[in-house]
């Protein structure tokens, strides 16, 4: 089984302890290829990038919009 991070792409998932060989939020079974995450508001544990997504949108709306808010405060120098 190969497990993905999201971030950065294809970074093997070698040092996070893996306890399950499921997705903490769906309890499904990750495929042989599986692209995962962690949450970064709580300590849920891997889940499958679709299910983060879901999990970060379900329970941590206002962290989220919160680092929206500070990212758009950011100076702009990317488009300089
Ligand atoms: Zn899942
Ligand atoms: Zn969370």
New binding site residues.
């Given amino acids: 089984m190969q497990l993905l991070w999201r971030e950065p792409w294809l970074k093997p998932l070698i040092d996070y302890d893996i306890d399950s060989e499921n997705c903490s939020l769906c309890k499904g079974k990750f495929d042989d290829i599986s692209f995962v995450t962690s ?1 970064e ?2 300590v ?1 544990g891997i889940m499958h990038d679709k299910c983060a997504n879901l ?2 949108l379900e ?2 709306i206002s962290e989220l919009n919160t680092k929206i808010l500070q990212h758009k405060e950011k100076p702009l120098h990317d488009f300089q």
């Fill in positions: 949450c508001f709580c849920i999990h970060i329970s941590h």
